[in-house]
């Protein structure tokens, strides 16, 4: 396809990008650590660290898993956690070391986060407290030696961390109880490591960071094969659209996503690395007059988040009473950003919500609207510097512009494949190398691309993706359930919700043992909003499940 959107670029933005400014992510560290050493780099509950005191813990523990655990290069660190201090400093040491970062969403299941360490070989991980039993549950039956434990204040200081401990423990009881033969504390991992030589790791484009885990096309979490070389072109690609609109080593970003979340790891964790902003880590977003409280505190600078939480900070009435006379960039990614949540953006702050579009496969950012832009236009954007879109017919033919298809994806920026699943793999890519999206986009003359519909099944929960067959199959494992099928239903909150139609194998089952079952098994957001009970599922003459239809309420 003819890159039409270049014409479309705003003023400063090249169509390629340089590739080989950074060999790594350590590369990219040890350059960001040298230019803006004094300035703080990620700030949370009130304490900071410098970026030169991130240098030195973070090698301190690189310096543990090198020098204590002896790990070989490459092996899978994973790490479990909110956004605390904790993550940069661990995630960054994790690299530093030569080794490959698996993302854990700490609000997993015991059977979900079995399932993310046993695939991915993970032999060591970073847990916070407040997660630890979910841990103990699964340990039985894996081999994962190498536990390091955390707390929520572990990282803040005498007192207010020894306070926030005792409110999360005692007060909240946020913490149940736990008990992990033989783990280490993060504090005595970094004591440990300060006794061990950071030793230089030779690693490149090819070497693999991240391993992020995501649904894909099917119920099964497969993990995204992420390398350096992905990882830096796809900051790179940001760093450069949001270049002429920001101001190294001046910027004061809002981390209210979850770190372990590729859009908020790419975008505010390195992207804002690299020109030495602030980061400032909301360990609990949920909380929106927290939340809000704590914006009142900082001049920030810039903003990331999804649509659910941008509406639920408008509908805060001490929200609009904030100084956003510093803002100049809000973006909105992971789920479709609503018109009437980006024109009250605009009629509270003053400023733009711009919406972005990308996917786990491409690390994540694909295409972003102009940060200049006057007004919502309800596109994703502009493909960024360096990629190749098309949109793609039923039988694999290129679409003329202004036709509905597939979107496809070619770029630096996109993995290499899924972890140990080859045929997952081939599946991913159409035969001349474009990654299916699975999206159903057009795109105009002038180069803007619009989401119109979705080819594949994934139900999307706040910018979560939630994959039909997962739930299904922990909805099917109840005794009482015959048959299920999962969908998304629009929700005003969350974008989209997840709905079950369940034929029963007895006739007591209840709607609430169907969610409680749930409950069990599912992380919150996967958990069925609504259950509906059927007689009989609608299938296909071969007998699968006909999803759309019961989507559509065509069944």
């Not at 705003?10 to 169509?15: F, H, N, S, V």
């Not at 953006?345 to 994540?364: D, M, Q």
């Not at 910018?463 to 005003?492: I, K, Q, Y």
Request: include cysteine.
């Amino acid at each position: 396809m003819e890159k039409v959107w270049l014409k479309s670029y705003p003023p400063g933005i090249p169509a390629e990008i340089d590739l080989g400014e950074f060999r790594s992510i350590g590369d990219l560290f040890e350059q960001g650590i040298r230019k803006f050493s004094e300035r703080t780099a990620y700030l949370n509950m009130g304490k900071g660290i410098t970026y030169a005191e991130l240098d030195r813990q973070s090698a301190a523990f690189a310096g543990y898993l090198q020098g204590v655990l002896k790990l070989p290069k490459g092996a899978r660190v994973a790490l479990m956690m909110p956004n605390l201090l904790q993550y940069p400093i661990a995630m960054f040491g994790v690299l530093r070391a030569g080794y490959t970062v698996v993302n854990v969403n700490p609000l997993y299941t015991a059977r979900e986060l079995e399932h993310q360490l046993r695939d991915s070989g993970a032999e060591t991980i970073v847990i916070v407290e407040n997660f630890a039993n979910t841990l103990e549950q699964v340990l039985p039956r894996l081999k994962v030696p190498n536990v390091i434990v955390t707390s929520l204040g572990e990282m803040l200081g005498f007192p207010k961390g020894l306070v926030v401990n005792l409110v999360v423990r005692h007060v909240k009881k946020m913490v149940p109880a736990w008990r992990l033969p033989g783990h280490v504390s993060f504090s005595d991992a970094l004591s440990r490591g300060r006794g061990h030589r950071l030793e230089p790791v030779e690693v490149g484009h090819e070497d693999i960071a991240y391993l992020q885990y995501t649904g894909g096309t099917t119920g099964v979490a497969k993990g995204a094969i992420l390398t350096h070389g992905n990882i830096i072109a796809n900051l790179q690609q940001a760093h450069a659209w949001i270049r002429p609109f920001l101001h190294e080593g001046d910027e004061v970003i809002i981390t209210a996503l979850p770190l372990y979340h590729i859009f908020s790891l790419t975008a505010n964790c390195l992207t804002f690395f690299k020109i030495g902003a602030t980061n400032v880590l909301i360990t609990n977003p949920r909380d929106i007059p927290g939340f809000v409280k704590e914006l009142s505190h900082h001049k920030f600078t810039a903003i990331t988040g999804v649509n659910t939480l941008f509406n639920a900070l408008l509908n805060n009435p001490d929200f609009a009473r904030l100084d956003f006379s510093h803002l100049h960039v809000a973006l909105g990614g992971g789920m479709a950003v609503q018109q009437a949540v980006a024109e009250k953006w605009r009629e509270v702050t003053g400023k733009p919500l711009i919406e972005a579009y990308g996917l786990t496969e491409t690390s994540p950012a694909v295409s972003i609207n102009p940060l200049d832009l006057p007004e919502f236009n309800h596109s994703i954007g502009l493909p960024v510097p360096s990629t190749d879109v098309s949109i793609r017919g039923d039988e694999g033919e290129e679409l003329p512009l202004g036709q509905a298809g597939e979107l496809c994806v070619k770029g630096p920026q996109v993995m290499r494949g899924y972890w140990n699943r080859p045929e997952d793999t081939a599946q991913a890519f159409t035969a001349d190398g474009y990654l299916r999206t699975g999206d159903v986009a057009t795109m105009d003359e002038q180069g803007f691309l619009r989401i119109v519909d979705r080819k594949k099944d994934m139900i999307l929960v706040s910018g979560f993706n939630v994959f039909p067959n997962e739930v299904e199959d922990v909805v099917a494992s109840h005794p009482g359930v015959l048959e299920v099928a999962a969908v998304g239903v629009p929700d005003e909150r969350s974008g989209e919700a997840v709905k079950v139609f369940v034929v029963k194998k007895d006739k007591a089952l209840t709607k609430e043992d169907v969610i409680a079952h749930c409950r069990k098994n599912l992380t919150g957001y996967k958990v069925p909003h609504l259950v509906e009970f059927r007689d009989e599922l609608p299938k296909t003459n071969v007998g699968k499940v006909l999803r759309r239809l019961l989507r559509e309420g065509k069944a």
